[in-house]
């Protein structure tokens, strides 16, 4: 059963250090997301690609926070420096095609101390 | 910023009576989806219904949108304490999927 992977579940580290989150899509989905959730804000999108490229990342504070596809099979997250306010959990989340069923990985829960 | 509101924040119900969540939306849409989400895990997707649906049927889902009044509603009947989770409408601004705050549901067995 395909389904998206995402390493690692769990991250603390603390402040000031880099996180780097890591996702792996289904085969074939062009389309993949990131996600943040909080029990404040809920789950807030950070950024999105279709075909690799960046469509939108509008959502990511951009001082700290990048996100790449450096292959069709990877998507990465990164936080540099991370700040207490980072603690999330990260979901990836990838699509078939526009306005198709997203498919979420586990996530990965960051605390940053 | 949500593009999604679900009603109630959190429902408890008995084992086998019917659970409806709602969910009000701001701008237009081309499709309206629900996922639910189990404690410590991913969005699992539920059903999608399109803006010129009415209503949808999946299993013990029941899912009507309402574009005139930009409201859906899932209802699930017979509940199991299997289905306590998370509830999430999402609807698509543009190329983007935006989730709602989500419906914490509660079945008791």
């Known amino acids: 059963d395909a389904r998206v992977t995402q390493t690692p579940r769990h991250k603390v580290t603390e402040m000031g250090q880099e996180v780097t989150m890591r996702c792996q899509p289904i085969?074939?989905?062009?389309?993949v997301f990131w996600y943040r959730q909080t029990m404040m804000q809920g789950l807030e999108l950070l950024a999105y690609?279709?075909?690799?490229?960046?469509?939108?990342d509008s959502g990511m504070p951009k001082d700290r926070f990048s996100a790449e596809m450096p292959d069709a099979t990877l998507a990465t997250l990164k936080i540099q420096p991370s700040e207490p306010r980072d603690s999330a959990v990260y979901f990836c989340?990838?699509?078939?095609?526009?306005?198709?069923?997203?498919?979420f990985g586990n996530g990965t829960r960051l605390t940053v101390t | 910023s949500q593009q999604g509101e679900e009603d109630p924040q959190a429902l408890s119900i008995q084992e086998g009576e019917n659970a409806t969540m709602n969910c009000s939306y701001k701008t237009s849409i081309n499709n309206l989806q629900w996922y639910r989400q189990n404690s410590g895990r991913g969005l699992v997707h539920l059903i999608l219904i399109r803006s010129n649906e009415r209503e949808k049927h999946s299993g013990r889902l029941r899912v009507t949108l309402d574009t005139s009044k930009k409201s859906s509603s899932l209802l699930i009947t017979a509940s199991r304490a299997a289905d306590t989770a998370s509830y999430f409408c999402?609807?698509?601004?543009?190329?983007?999927?935006?989730f709602g705050a989500g419906t914490r549901l509660f079945v008791k067995a």
């Open positions: 989340a990838s699509a078939n095609t526009y306005n198709s069923p997203l498919h």
């Open positions: 690609f279709r075909n690799r490229a960046p469509l939108d």
């Open positions: 999402a609807t698509d601004g543009g190329f983007k999927t935006i």
């Open positions: 085969l074939g989905h062009n389309t």
